[in-house]
């Protein structure tokens, strides 16, 4: 089975084609990719969530970059993505690698990847690392026993925590934050982002209790994506006693993703949370500049960019694609409705941790509750509608599927005259009265997802039944006439 790279680097079943091999042929096509641009002596930095075997895997991966002669800093204890990010620009390495799948369920791990300077890697080097890993012969995969290589001081350990936090504070008005004293509901997930975000609240003075912060790599039976479903725990410690907490907050597998809920209980999309940041950033910290999104995240953004004079900038899903956004404009945030949030003057990659950093300094700020925020964001802009649905599918039905997709005639979704229609990442209509639907394929599990937005309620709803009513039909058509 090849090695492919995904939405967000390389993801497989652990024992099935995540396997100890595959992981040193990984390394070695990265091995080979840093001698071939002469940048061995740079090393690379490695680090590692807290997934079934997550170190070991990370371990046969530094001896294979020693035994190509390329120094590894191995990151300890586990860390989460941003971290590795970090440590790559502030060592200067050639390339980072974090051993995780994120927020996939536990039988799943990966490798994401990062160029130097913590650049997320283009299509064009994904697809060229890509070939070149699935051709190395057996024979030229070098390795060597982890513990010699770090005897001769190829691999080190590292931890690099304070210098992260450090720099995540320095971002943040901490003194602020500091009178605040908010109290908050933490939920990692069992997830890495635990450390960095204890050490941030606790520094900060705020009363904190966490939940799930053990090490525990069936992530407690949920699928680490913190979602309103996945985050009942936290939601009903809300409801349940409203005034203990005034923001609940959750962090994804890896650290890299944020989920909030209010002091009220209420879950708060990540598409509020991208747009309640972006308004705070130019209307309270007077900032100036774009913001990025991705095609599957809230148009609402587009209205506060408007508002204040700034554009707002689209991009396929992915984050290497926010990231080129946030390079190629002068856009002071960027995020995707997946949670992923990045901040100008920091990594080009989403961090939570510093995205909760800075949604705490917001209500230290203002002085207003979340749900007070919420409402000035919402009386000034209106409300969206949105949903996504996901369909699963077997993988040997991904073609039919796309050409079904093709297919698809934005006239039977919704009468509207359509505006726009989009094909830079699945195909996207927009009609006139800001209603927008979209159909693409996930890049990082076996999904087709459809997501529909609409400053109406009834319309988001019919739009979205008509796409459910045409994707079924056109799977039971498939169905019967074809066996896939
Ligand atoms: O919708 P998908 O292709 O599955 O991607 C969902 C998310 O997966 C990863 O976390 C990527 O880093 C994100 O950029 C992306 O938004």
Redesign the pocket.
């Known amino acids: 089975m090849m090695i492919r790279f995904?939405?967000?680097g390389w993801r497989d079943i652990i024992g099935e084609n995540f396997t100890f091999d595959n992981v040193r042929r990984f390394s070695q096509g990265v091995a080979n990719h840093i001698i071939e641009s002469g940048k061995e002596k740079q090393g690379v930095v490695i680090g590692y969530d807290n997934r079934f075997m997550a170190e070991d895997f990370a371990k046969a991966s530094s001896a294979v970059f020693a035994a190509n002669s390329i120094p590894v800093l191995l990151l300890t204890p586990s860390v989460p993505t941003p971290l590795v990010n970090f440590v790559t620009i502030e060592e200067k390495t050639a390339a980072g690698l974090t051993f995780t799948a994120?927020?996939n369920p536990y039988i799943y791990n990966g490798i994401k990847y990062v160029r130097e300077h913590g650049l997320p890697a283009t299509e064009e080097v994904t697809t060229e690392l890509q070939e070149s890993i699935n051709k190395i012969p057996t024979s030229h995969i070098k390795t060597m026993e982890y513990d010699l290589g770090e005897r001769e001081g190829l691999i080190k350990r590292l931890d690099y925590h304070d210098e992260f936090i450090t720099f995540i504070e320095s971002q943040v008005n901490m003194d602020k934050l500091k009178e605040a004293k908010l109290k908050v509901l933490y939920d990692p997930m069992f997830g890495t982002g635990v450390n960095a975000i204890s050490t941030l609240l606790v520094d900060a003075r705020c009363q904190v209790r966490t939940i799930h912060n053990s090490m525990d790599p069936l992530f407690g039976g949920r699928v680490p994506a913190p979602t309103e479903e996945t985050l009942w725990r936290v939601v009903s410690m809300m409801k349940e006693k409203p005034g203990d907490y005034d923001i609940g907050i959750a962090t994804d597998g890896d650290g890299d993703?944020i989920a909030v809920i209010d002091e009220n209980g209420e879950y708060v999309h990540p598409n509020e949370i991208i747009t309640l940041l972006y308004y705070y950033m130019l209307k309270y910290r007077k900032q100036k500049g774009a913001v990025v999104r991705?095609v599957?995240t809230t148009h609402l953004l587009d209205r506060v960019a408007e508002d204040f004079g700034f554009e707002c900038i689209e991009k396929p899903?992915?984050?290497k694609h926010?990231a080129e956004g946030m390079t190629q404009t002068d856009a002071i945030i960027g995020g995707?409705s997946?949670g992923?949030i990045t901040i100008k003057g920091h990594l080009l990659e989403?961090d939570a941790i510093l995205s909760a950093g800075l949604l705490l300094e917001m209500l230290a700020v203002t002085g207003k509750t979340l749900g007070q925020i919420r409402s000035e964001v919402k009386d000034r802009y209106g409300i969206r509608h949105y949903k996504e649905d996901n369909y699963a599918y077997s993988s040997g039905r991904k073609e039919d599927l796309k050409e079904l997709v093709n297919r698809l005639d934005p006239e039977f979704i919704y009468e509207a005259p359509v505006t726009k229609t989009n094909r830079m990442d699945g195909v996207k209509w927009e009609w006139e009265d800001g209603t927008w639907c979209g159909v693409?394929f996930?890049?990082?599990?076996p999904?087709l997802?459809i997501i529909v937005e609409s400053p109406e309620e009834e319309i988001q709803a019919s739009v979205l039944a008509n796409l459910r009513q045409k994707i079924d039909a056109a799977l039971s058509v498939s169905k019967n006439t074809k066996s896939v």
């Open positions: 995904g939405t967000g994120s927020h993703r991705n599957s899903v992915g984050f926010i995707e997946s992923g989403k693409r996930s890049g990082t599990e999904l997802r």
